[in-house]
């Protein structure tokens, strides 16, 4: 076990290219990430917004009120281009002609619709990195890891390098940007 705490000291020399080192900061930060996200979100749905219309009411108040007033929204062109909508939709915010030839509309609108969308996307589609466990079906390597690293978290063990002690910042207080190394 103790070449595994060696080993944990280098962990700032992660490799954003190698999957196991993707799957190790799923594994140790994820769950944590999407906590804190979910904590701020509700938070901040619940504080008062000050202003003459909001009367001191949260966000989460004013939506409510408004569904409470006018119903639930539904946006049934979420995801499509404006110019796309104004085409198939028109101005008076229903497809143009769709009293007359409602029967009549192409069965590929759409294959149509998604053609005209490509234009508008100016990247190539981004790679999602794989989630799969590093230790594969090794049931063996995977428990003695997080028993490790239980033990690593119960001695209170910091890993050098990673700003995380006093002694590694510039200041007298952690910093607020920092460059986060890879590779």
Same mark, same amino acid.
């Given at each position: ?8 000291? &280098?962990?700032?020399?992660? &490799? ?28 901040? &749905? ?7 219309? $909001? &009367? ?84 063996? $390597?995977?428990?003695?890891?997080? $028993? ?16 995380? $002690? ?18």
């Amino acid at each position: 076990m103790e070449g595994v705490f060696t080993r944990l000291e &280098n962990w700032h020399m992660l &490799n954003p290219q190698n999957a196991n080192h993707l799957w190790l900061l799923h594994a140790l930060f994820l769950d944590d990430i999407n906590q804190d996200c979910s904590d701020f979100r509700e938070e901040w &749905n619940c504080h008062p917004i000050w202003g003459p219309d $909001t &009367n001191d009411k949260s966000p989460k108040d004013l939506r409510f009120l408004g569904q409470t007033l006018f119903g639930v929204y539904r946006d049934d062109c979420e995801g499509v281009h404006p110019d796309v909508i104004e085409e198939y939709y028109g101005i008076h915010g229903h497809p143009a002609d769709e009293e007359d030839d409602a029967d009549e509309q192409s069965p590929d609108i759409i294959e149509s619709i998604n053609d005209q969308q490509r234009q508008h996307i100016h990247h190539d589609a981004v790679r999602v990195p794989s989630h799969r466990s590093a230790f594969g079906t090794d049931k063996e $390597t995977r428990e003695q890891f997080f $028993t490790v690293l239980a033990e690593v978290v119960a001695k209170k063990i910091t890993p050098a390098y990673c700003q995380l $002690t006093p002694d590694e910042w510039e200041g007298d207080q952690y910093p607020a940007f920092e460059t986060i190394r890879a590779g």
